[in-house]
């Protein structure tokens, strides 16, 4: 089983239409859960940690959120390069264990 | 020069080659990792170090050896390799180990086997 589960697999939606994409997790004894994006041939860039329930943090249109069993990233009136992949993260016991991503494409 | 670089971009190999994969880092962290990306697979955490020394080996099999000789340059060294292990392998690097979970990533190593 998974301990990192990413929903949808990929989503498409037009520019400027607002949507929310799902991290759940399993683990135990939680300390942080991390959010990356992904372009196509590049590395994961690290965007956010989110430490405790009830915790959101913010950057331009992207907006993430942290409750006891799932993380959700807010994408707010979204432009095509938000395009890539969003990848979750947590820390279980030092080791930072990954989902397999969601791929968001924004149709201009 | 500036954040995680990795050589070769590209790779491929055959099944008996001996090949090496290079990261260095700029950034003054104490910890490096190595993670595998294959299709439709999370990221897979292979190897960590921390100050030098090797504190995980996420039960990777011995055809991929790590070296770390320094906090700034980490080496996967391949041998014997299978078409099963062609994938993007990436450098990480971060302050210490699991600390903050804040990874700076490279741009990978695109390995074929053949």
């Known amino acids: 089983e998974d301990q990192v589960t990413q929903s949808p697999e990929a989503l498409r939606l037009q520019e400027g239409e607002s949507s929310s994409l799902n991290c759940s997790y399993t683990?135990?004894?939680?300390?942080?859960l991390f959010w990356y994006r992904q372009d196509p041939g590049k590395g994961p860039e690290f965007l956010f940690t989110l430490y405790s329930a009830g915790e959101e943090k913010e950057k331009e249109r992207l907006k993430a959120t942290l409750t006891k069993k799932e993380s959700f990233l807010h994408i707010t009136a979204p432009k095509p390069e938000d395009s890539a992949t969003y990848l979750c993260?947590?820390?279980?016991?030092?080791?930072?264990?990954f989902g397999k991503g969601t791929r968001l494409h924004i149709l201009p | 020069e500036t954040g995680v670089t990795q050589t070769p971009r590209h790779l491929v190999m055959g099944m008996t080659n001996k090949k090496s994969l290079k990261c260095e880092q700029h950034?003054?962290?104490?910890?490096m990792y190595w993670y595998k990306q294959s299709a439709k697979k999370p990221l897979e955490l292979m190897f960590v170090y921390n100050f030098k020394e090797q504190t995980e080996n996420n039960s990777v099999p011995s055809r991929f050896s790590p070296e770390c000789p320094n906090s700034s340059h980490l080496f996967l060294h391949l041998h014997t390799l299978q078409p099963e292990d062609s994938a993007l392998y990436l450098c990480a690097s971060s302050r210490g180990s699991g600390t903050t979970g804040e990874l700076f990533f490279g741009e990978g190593s695109r390995l074929t086997v053949l």
């Open positions: 683990v135990s004894g939680l300390r942080g």
């Open positions: 950034l003054g962290h104490n910890a």
């Open positions: 993260a947590v820390n279980e016991d030092d080791k930072i264990i």
